[in-house]
């Protein structure tokens, strides 16, 4: 009886945990670690929205067991989001159900329609979800390239030809997390033909659709004609109106996929707090000035990043979505590894980034940089990563130089 459980054996030790502990035990020690680590947004929730909480959690009839598809009103709401900003009509009946977070929907959606066996293609590096929720599941994941275009086109295509058995359904999330890249919709024209020519479900996880800069709106791969006959997308609320311990969350799309869904999650759980719904319906259908505001507020803080970390010699793309800079490791930092890298970071300069091996293996050249401080903190990050990096050099810290002090 000594040995691990079937399914806890297939989860590798969770790498961020050896970073956190680091983190830890600098705090025990009362150093001022800056962590830009987890993707927790700091923002406070909108103040109608934790009005409208208040307000339906003052009614004891809102205390019962809510319904776990989602309330009615939650629902059509979310219908009526994705026709505004994406002109894509839903059901809301048959097309859309809530979920506590994006990460139960992808978990629970992975549980229902994957047999033992299965093989399933996902992003590497992409957010540890999409492939542990079908390897908990008990299928097998293929990796392939996490850039839209050509290359992932490809490797879908030879995926197909060469796997036994043959792939079920592929993964996409873009705005990307870790790694902040961007899909244009001709992509999306494209993967849908090639998913469709071979017999695969779409999966897109579309957390991020309102965090997006120096462009146009990232689109839904629903709006693609015929999408929706292999499609279920998930969104979430957390970061376009920072509730993320709210938890809530959607899925839209296919009807048979939602189906499957609804029918998993009847056998486990009640949906969340009706007070909850009631209030992310109230967010769905309000004013919206709130969403504009939380996106300038991470351009803001991506701006104050990016210009820092490359006026103190790192080098980094610059992401045009979501809330993180996925940074190449600087090269003469590279031996390190991704975990070696932030753990001598959060040492030298106190401050505490994601490694991105805890994204899959291909991520190991990179750390993952969330903008969830406020711009003093960020700018006090910068310095303290200045000092970290030119000291290494062997030179003196400028503070006074473009960057140090955006």
Known sequence: MTEEFHRIRRLP?????????AKAKARAAAEDIIDLGM????????????????ETVADPRSHRYSTSKGIPGLRRALAGYYERRFGVKLDPETEVIATLGSKEGLANLSAAITSPGDTILVPNPSYPIHQFGFI??????R?????????MLAAIDRAVRHSVPKPTALIVNFPSNPTAQMAELAFYVEL????????????????YAEIYFD???????????????????????????????????????????ISALARMKSYLDYGAFTPI??????ALNGPQDCVAEVREIYKERRD?????????GWDLPIPQGSMFAWAPIPPRFAHLGSVGFSKLLLEKAKVAVAPGIGFGEYGDGHVRIAFVENNHRLRQAIRNIRGFLLADNGGPVDETQDGALV
Do not use: C
């Open 143 to 151: 990796s392939i390239p996490a850039e839209p275009g050509d290359e």
């Open 13 to 21: 030790p969770y790498v961020f945990a050896e970073v956190n502990q």
């Open 304 to 312: 104050i990043v990016v210009k820092g970390l490359m006026g103190a």
């Open 277 to 282: 719904q009631v209030a992310a319906t109230a």
């Open 136 to 141: 908990i599941a008990g299928a097998s994941v």
């Open 215 to 257: 462009g146009k709106p990232p689109p839904s791969v629903l709006q693609v004609p015929g999408a929706k006959d292999i499609t279920v997308e998930f969104t979430s609320m957390s970061k376009t109106y920072s509730m993320p311990g709210w938890r809530m969350g959607f899925a839209a799309g296919n009807p048979r996929l």
């Open 39 to 54: 993707g927790n947004p700091d923002s406070p929730t909108p103040p109608h929205i934790v009005a409208k909480l208040v």
């Open 192 to 207: 849908v033909a090639l998913a469709k020519r071979h017999d695969l479900f779409i999966i897109s996880d579309l957390a």
